[in-house]
């Protein structure tokens, strides 16, 4: 465990190098953009070390590995992202533990969100997932609502009760005209936010960037970046 403690903390000291370095390339201040580890697919003894390195947001994208290791880590100050796709019919387990959710794409589970944070007395922020991929109207492969679907997503959300409209998120795509166009890709959901901002002035989250794009989205505004491998290393089954 001591290894594995050292192994995290020589990775989370680079990722803030590149963090740092980023920000002050783009004339931004450090405290500006919020680093959330993804912990998906590592064990709770991750999760444990990483807070005791003084990490205090984590992500996870499926539900049935998650809300074990939630519960599991429970007593540590952390907020709990889910940034996988979700079904309607997980939102309930989703609320129980996730502060912020940020694979919205569609009012059915809007509607199933909102239902399942009224049950739970909680409240639940959303972001809406932006697929760059997609057409007007359509949603892509990977999730996500079509860009000219954010303005009606947001107002949706913003009406919901249980539910507090956060911000917007991408993943980089891998089709369509920004394919391999991680900058660009992120300065039009830069765009978008500033759309929905101008309905919901507070919903100013922009998560955008992984461990390969960091730089690329922090350069472009975002506020939150979602960090996986660079912190916790190639994951089980891909090495």
């Known amino acids: 465990m001591t290894d594995r403690r050292a192994e995290l903390a020589a990775n989370l000291g680079r990722v803030e190098e590149r963090i740092a370095t980023a920000c002050a390339a783009a004339g931004r201040k450090r405290e500006e953009v919020t680093l959330i580890v993804v912990t998906k697919t590592y064990p709770a003894s991750d999760v444990r070390l990483l807070a005791g390195l003084g990490v205090r947001h984590v992500a996870e994208n499926r539900d049935q590995d998650a809300a074990p290791k939630a519960a599991e880590c429970a007593d540590l100050p952390l907020t709990w992202h889910f940034v996988g796709q979700l079904q309607t019919n997980k939102a309930r387990s989703v609320v129980g533990y996730a502060d912020v959710v940020h694979s919205v794409d569609r009012l059915k589970l809007v509607n199933a969100l909102s239902g399942a944070a009224v049950r739970a007395g909680r409240e639940l922020g959303c972001l809406i997932q932006v697929a760059l991929d997609a057409g007007a109207g359509d949603a892509a492969g990977r999730g996500g609502a079509a860009p000219d679907a954010v303005p009606e997503l947001g107002d949706a959300i913003a009406a919901a009760e249980g539910l507090r409209l956060d911000g917007v998120m991408t993943v980089a795509p891998l089709a369509g005209p920004y394919a391999g166009r991680q ?26 960037g992984m461990s390969t794009d960091l730089e690329d989205a922090i350069g472009a505004g975002a506020t939150h970046v979602r960090v996986g491998t660079a912190v916790l290393g190639v994951r089980p089954g891909l090495r």
């Open 183 to 208: 900058r660009a890709a992120f300065e039009r959901l830069v765009d978008i936010s500033s759309g929905l901002r101008a309905r919901h002035p507070a919903a100013n989250m922009v998560s955008a």
